[in-house]
Structures are given as C-alpha cells and as structure tokens.
C-alpha cells in the first residue's frame, strides 16, 4: 500500500492550502484515513482524520479552519485548510488503516511520505 501525498507548499496567513492524498495497492477496504503533522522539534500530532462511516475528528487546534474529506471511489482524501497560521507550517503526513485483502483480521496502518507546508506571516 503506498499513500502518495500532494499539495504542500508556501501559503501565505489568512490564505489557503489543499493537500491530497491517494491510497494506492493492494487495498480490501480503509478503516480511517487522515492527516498527521510535525513541526521541527515537536513531536507528530494528529490533525484530522475521516473514517469510513463519514465519522470526522479534528484536533482544537484546526477546528473551523480545516475541512478532511474523502472521495471513496479514489482512496483519496483531502485537507482543505483555510485561514493558514504561520503555526501550521509543518510536515503534513497522510496515513491510513487499511485492509488488504479480504482475509485480512485486522487494519495495518500505513504512512505516506510527508509533504511540507510554510505559512509565512
């Protein structure tokens, strides 16, 4: 299972950015899938996370700025994060729990690659 992520980059505070992240490979079904980030120094935290019930969770800290949603067709998920902060700049990581097969018991839980996110002030 591979999690490609994109759409990192330079935003500006107050602007907008929109990450993508496609699960791809051998995958039976995904349980949740989601966003994690980690600023130099800190350790990696949870951002937001979107299961396969539609079922949402965000952290305080992004709640009424950043939207998680999926497109199950694609196995891909989506950060659509508004009214960036110069404390978001981060390195965004995409994971997922995932099936992959149908004799599979339980969810393995995969990471993609990162993807660097800098809001300047």
């Known amino acids: 299972v591979q999690l490609q992520a994109s759409g990192g980059g330079l935003g500006q505070s107050g602007g907008s950015l929109r990450l993508s992240c496609t699960a791809s490979?051998?995958?039976?079904?995904?349980?949740?899938i989601g966003w994690y980030r980690q600023a130099p120094g800190n350790q990696r935290e949870l951002v937001a996370t979107?299961?396969?019930?539609?079922?949402?969770n965000y952290a305080d800290s992004v709640k009424g700025r950043f939207t998680i949603s999926m497109n199950n067709a694609k196995n891909t998920v989506y950060l659509q994060m508004n009214s960036l902060k110069p404390e978001d700049t981060a390195v965004y990581y995409c994971?997922?729990?995932?099936?992959?097969?149908?004799?599979?018991?339980?969810?393995?839980?995969?990471w993609g690659q990162g993807t660097q996110v800098t809001v300047s002030s």
């Open positions: 994971n997922a729990g995932v099936k992959v097969n149908s004799a599979s018991v339980y969810y393995q839980n995969f």
């Open positions: 490979g051998s995958i039976f079904s995904i349980n949740a």
């Open positions: 979107v299961t396969s019930a539609d079922t949402t």
